[in-house]
């Protein structure tokens, strides 16, 4: 138990904060999230407390404008950052597991050498951070993984405002190549395939709206994600067998001297043979067997050779998806 005198924040260790109580809440003023700490004073309590290797894991720096200091070597570990500055902090060596900096401006800090694992940055500004042989695994960055900068380049395209959005997506691909390089270089490679595929969306969300790029580009992403998603490459092709498959039951194949095709005066258990017969074609065209048993006839020729050509280049993505993702 603390003293009455002292701070009753409990560190995970199970130990309590040494600190003097700040006022009658029971908490010091690094733990007591009702003290305001938007002054210069705050800041230099802060800063030589850090310096003095005090441990302030869960403090409240809420809001607080910590822009420019020396942090290096703090810790902070699941401390309340929420919405503060730190433009141009040195982190450096700093224990931030599990730290909150929802909303937090980090832009151009400092987190070499840093553990930031499971640390909270939806909503922050990360652009140009430092990330050098920092541990990053486990960060929460956004929803669905997109950060701050994309959303509110997304925001901004739904507004009309082209220039603007271009400008956030812009710096959206710079951190989620900065991001991908580190993870890659500490062998996180499931983390850096999903910032790789970010900032190939964003990438192409600047190009201009009615280009081939930005076309060609998008069909990628639906085919394959960009070379990271193996189960859209399996999911377009289910999708194109079935579609053709309908097409040859509307327009007809020829199976020996039997024409499949929908008759509506036939009964519901032979048109379901017939269709059943025309998807088994569409999976043989699709995977160039042709076995030679089915042969498509009239416009259903047409579609044959479409769906054949297609296979064939689906078929080689795969093998290449699946591929990439075997040699990491």
């Known amino acids: 138990m603390p003293l009455e005198s002292t701070c009753r924040y409990q560190f995970d260790s199970g130990h309590y904060c040494a600190e003097q109580r700040d006022n009658g809440s029971g908490f010091c003023f690094f733990h007591d999230p009702a003290i ?5 004073e705050a800041v230099t309590r802060v800063v030589e407390a850090v310096k003095a290797k005090k441990h302030l894991d869960g403090a409240h720096l809420e809001k607080m404008d910590l822009s420019h200091t020396d942090l290096s070597g703090a810790r902070l570990v699941k401390a309340h950052c929420e ?3 730190f433009v141009r902090t040195n982190f450096e060596g700093a224990h931030l597991y599990g730290a909150n900096f929802r909303g937090a401006n980090l832009f151009n ?8 694992k499971e640390t909270d940055l939806r909503g922050a500004n990360v652009l140009e951070i430092k990330i050098d042989d920092a541990k990053i695994l486990g960060i929460h960055w956004g929803n669905k993984g997109m950060v701050q900068n994309e959303v509110e380049g997304r925001e901004f395209e739904k507004k009309g405002d ?7 997506f ?18 996180i490679f499931d983390e850096a395939a999903d910032f790789f595929y970010r900032e190939m969306v964003v990438r192409r969300k600047q190009m201009p709206f ?10 990628i992403d639906l085919l394959c994600g960009y070379g990271e998603k193996t189960f859209r490459v399996i999911s377009a092709a289910a999708i194109f067998i079935i579609g053709n498959s309908f097409a040859y039951f ?43 048993d089915i042969a498509p006839i009239g416009i259903s020729r047409a579609f044959a050779v479409n ?7 689906m078929m080689a993505l795969f093998v290449l998806v699946f591929g990439r993702k075997m040699i990491r």
Not at 36 to 40: C, E, I, L, M
Not at 170 to 187: D, K
């Open 307 to 313: 769906e054949a050509f297609w296979g064939a280049f």
């Open 36 to 40: 305001s700490k938007n002054t210069p």
């Open 250 to 292: 509307g327009f007809g194949i020829k199976y020996g001297d039997e024409i499949l095709r929908y008759v509506s005066d036939q009964n519901l258990m032979q048109n379901l043979r017939e269709y059943l017969l025309c998807l088994y074609f569409s999976v043989v065209t699709l995977t160039t067997l042709g076995y030679g």
């Open 109 to 116: 800090a400092n987190f070499r050498r840093a553990n930031l």
């Open 162 to 168: 082209i220039q603007k959005a271009k400008e956030k």
């Open 170 to 187: 812009r710096e959206a691909e710079e951190i989620y190549r900065n991001v991908r390089i580190h993870l890659m270089a500490v062998g």
């Open 83 to 85: 919405g503060a500055a």
């Open 210 to 219: 009615y280009s081939i790029q930005r076309f060609s580009s998008k069909i």
